[in-house]
């Protein structure tokens, strides 16, 4: 069980999540905090429209994600967090640095427990970690329904 | 060592205990003050490493509060250990502020209060308005000298309720603080979205719906205690005397409303439950009510 789940994890969140464990556990926030700072901005069409996107009612802090899906078949993510919820901006900020690039099938076959697997639940505790899970879970529901269409 | 309370405040001076708050401008004055620590407790573990008033040291209510392994806070040993950590000695004034008009800030300043540390304030307003005052923040970590805090074992028996004392206090006052939606019922989880934390949706029959920001003013500040009594004791029905129990999902929003009733109003019988509604919801054959009414009282 545990090999499947290396295996259909694709290269880029891999990386992000070595990243992570690579470093001893209270440097982990710092690296949580610069990858918040990293968070891109939405492209202009969804900038101040958060009714476009979707809530992630999981994260306390307001938080919206959009995919967009291209002919090819790829996925961008985009999310918009205020700079007062960094924790919300760092896991959005993973995600969409880990997914934007990848075809919509690689996007459906990450592992729902990426987030318990980067090496943050102890120190960003699991109550908040529940928040990536929601965002990881909404972004593929997104996906599916885009390829649905 | 404690410093002098805030008498700056003609709205603090109406309050039960006045001293309870300090403003941006006492507090600015003050900074580096022996007897004086100030504590930034927010819900968002990342907040204070973008920027805290300087020497501010962090407390994190998750990962520093609460034990590891048991839904608990940590104990007399471990409090000890954390507040020797942050160099706060058991008679220093403490002073918390947060994000989220305080919610972690009262939060953290209740759980303090259980392990009996005396003298711990509020800024009023917290981060937030620290911030739009244009008051001082940085990024430079504080380097505390650790301090021999005693161990104090926790009395949970005055200020914290449990499931148990909640049945048992069935008939006298509830204030349920969450929001509206959480109250009546209403908000459930779509199929397929990970479920809120709690099985049941609705409230504690008998439980009046206060929301928690209500007690909260334009400036992010607390309102005056006017405006604070018409809303506990005119809406609400509260009177002197009562015996109080509050709550809300996990007990974070419920200790601002705790901190209202206690401090600022000054009912002398109020408990914050922090079981709360992921307890309470999830709980076999508890009673529960929904729609927007209190509901009956149920029959034992």
């Keep these: 069980m545990a090999e499947m789940t290396v295996a259909a994890l694709p290269e880029t969140l891999a990386e992000i999540r070595d990243e992570f464990l690579e470093l001893p556990e209270p440097d982990r926030l710092q690296l949580l905090l610069e990858f918040s700072r990293e968070l891109p901005d939405v492209p202009a069409k969804y900038d101040g429209h958060p009714e476009l996107c979707e809530r992630v009612a999981e994260c306390q802090s307001p938080v919206y994600i959009v995919m967009d899906v291209d002919d090819d078949g790829i996925v961008s993510m985009h999310a918009m967090a205020p700079a007062e919820a960094p924790t919300t901006r760092g896991f959005a900020s993973i995600l969409v640095q880990g997914i934007t690039g990848l075809t919509a099938d690689e996007v459906l076959a990450i592992p729902a427990d990426f987030p318990q697997s980067i090496g943050l639940t102890r120190a960003v505790s699991p109550l908040r970690i529940a928040g990536m899970t929601g965002m990881l879970m909404r972004a593929k529901r997104q996906v599916r329904a885009k390829l649905a269409v | ?198 099985l049941r949706a609705g409230h504690i029959p008998t439980a009046q719906s206060v929301p928690w920001a209500r007690a909260v003013a334009s400036d992010g500040g607390f309102k005056s205690r006017a405006e604070l009594e018409a809303i506990y004791r005119g809406e609400a029905g509260l009177t002197e005397g009562d015996s109080i129990v509050a709550y809300c999902r996990i007990g974070e929003r419920s200790s601002h409303t705790w901190f209202v009733l206690k401090h600022l109003l000054g009912f002398q019988d109020v408990r914050n439950y922090d079981g709360s509604w992921t307890e309470w919801g999830s709980a076999v054959r508890v009673p529960i009510a929904t729609g927007p009414t209190p509901g009956e009282l149920p029959s034992r």
Excluded: C, Q
């Excluded at chain 2, 650790?146 to 028996?157: G, I, K, L, S, W």
């Design chain 2, 1 to 198: 060592m404690s410093v002098e309370t805030d008498t700056s405040s003609a709205k603090f001076a109406e309050y039960s205990e006045p001293g309870r708050l300090v403003t941006g401008e006492w507090l600015e004055a003050r900074l580096g003050a022996p007897g004086l620590v100030v504590v930034e407790s927010d819900e968002d573990v990342l907040l204070y490493e973008t920027g805290h008033i300087p020497g501010a040291v962090k407390v994190d209510w998750h990962t520093e509060l609460n034990d590891p392994v048991v839904r608990d806070y940590v104990d007399g040993a471990g409090f000890a250990d954390l507040l020797g950590r942050k160099g706060i000695s058991r008679d220093d004034t403490v002073v918390i502020y947060g994000d989220k008009n305080n919610w972690w800030a009262a939060y953290a300043l209740w759980v303090f209060s259980l392990f009996g540390h005396e003298d711990v304030r509020l800024l009023d307003g917290g981060r937030d308005k620290w911030i739009a005052e244009g008051r001082p923040i940085t990024t430079d970590a504080p380097a505390p000298s650790p301090t021999d805090y005693p161990v104090v074992e926790r009395d949970d028996t005055v200020l914290r309720a449990y499931k148990d004392d909640v049945l048992a206090h069935l008939g006298k006052p509830l204030i349920d603080v969450r929001s509206p939606e959480e109250y009546d019922g209403s908000r459930t989880s779509a199929p397929a979205y990970p479920e809120e934390g709690a």
